[in-house]
C-alpha cells in the first residue's frame, strides 16, 4: 500500500486539458510521488477514463480528486474529497459529499478515500468562484482553521488552494506550525525549483498543476526537491 503521508511532490492533471503522450511519458517518470487527477470545470466521466488508463501504464500512484459525482470512476489507488472550509455553500462542505454516499456509499472502500479540508486563497480562482469561498483571510484566520481540521475534526490532510498564483508563504507556514497531525499540502503557481522549495519547507506535499500544460520543463524541474531531501 502506497504512503500518502510521504508523499513530497504530486502533480496535478485536468482531465479537461489536453496532454500529449510524451509529455504524460516525462511526468509520469520524473520521480514525483503521485498523479493526481482533478478540475473544476468540464471534468466528466469520459475524459477521466480517459486520462486514467493513459496515466495507469505507468507505476505510480494514482488520485482522482473528486469535484462532481457524475466523473467518479472505479479503478483509482485513492479518492480524495475536498471538504471547502471557507465555502459559503454547503454544497461544497459535505453536499456532494452525502449525495456521492447514498448513491455509492455501500460499495465504498473507505481504506481508499482522504478526506481534504481545503482552503481556497486565490479569489481569481475558478474554483473560488464556483465555491464561493471567502478569501479575504488573514493569517489568524487560517490559523483558525489549522486548529480546526487538526484539532476538531482531526482531517488526515489540509490543502492551502491557490490555484493558479503563487501562494503567501508565511500564510502556509503559519498553518503548518499548527499542524501536529495532519498532512498540510501546498497547490498553486508553482513554476520553478525556487518556489516548489520555498513551500516545501512548510508543505509536508506540493501540487504543480498549471505549468505542466505552459511549460513542460519548468514542471519536471520541480521535482528536483525530492531529490534535494534525499541527500
Ligand atoms: C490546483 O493546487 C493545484 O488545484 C495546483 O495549482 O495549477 O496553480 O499549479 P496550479
Given at each position: 500500500m502506497y504512503d500518502i503521508k510521504a508523499w513530497q511532490h504530486v502533480f496535478k492533471l485536468d482531465p479537461a486539458k489536453e496532454i500529449s503522450d510524451n509529455d504524460l511519458d516525462t511526468l509520469c517518470m520524473s520521480n514525483t510521488d503521485a498523479i493526481m487527477i482533478g478540475g473544476t470545470d468540464n471534468v466528466t466521466e469520459d475524459n477521466v477514463i480517459h486520462l486514467m488508463s493513459r496515466v495507469r501504464r505507468y507505476p505510480l500512484p494514482l488520485v482522482l480528486e473528486i469535484s462532481n459525482i457524475e466523473s467518479i470512476i472505479p479503478g483509482f489507488d485513492f479518492y480524495f474529497v475536498p471538504t471547502?472550509?471557507?465555502?459559503?455553500?454547503?454544497t461544497y462542505h459535505n453536499g456532494i459529499m452525502h449525495q456521492a454516499l447514498k448513491q455509492f456509499g455501500f460499495m465504498?472502500?473507505?481504506?481508499?478515500v482522504v478526506l481534504e479540508g481545503y482552503l481556497v486563497l486565490n479569489p481569481d480562482s475558478k474554483v473560488a468562484q464556483l465555491t464561493q469561498a471567502n478569501t479575504n483571510l488573514d493569517i489568524e484566520d487560517v490559523e483558525a482553521y489549522a486548529q480546526m481540521v487538526?484539532?476538531?475534526?482531526?482531517?488526515?490532510m489540509m490543502y492551502i488552494e491557490y490555484s493558479g498564483k503563487y501562494g503567501d508563504v508565511a500564510t502556509v507556514e503559519a498553518a503548518s506550525r499548527l499542524l501536529t497531525n495532519t498532512q498540510l499540502v501546498y497547490g498553486g503557481g508553482i513554476t520553478s525549483i525556487e518556489q516548489a522549495r520555498e513551500m516545501s519547507q512548510h508543505a509536508d506535499t506540493i501540487v504543480v498543476g498549471n505549468i505542466i500544460y505552459e511549460d513542460i520543463k519548468k514542471a519536471i524541474k520541480t521535482v528536483k526537491i525530492k531529490k534535494e531531501s534525499n541527500k
Open positions: 471547502v472550509l471557507n465555502s459559503q455553500d454547503t465504498v472502500n473507505f481504506d481508499e487538526n484539532e476538531m475534526y482531526k482531517l488526515p
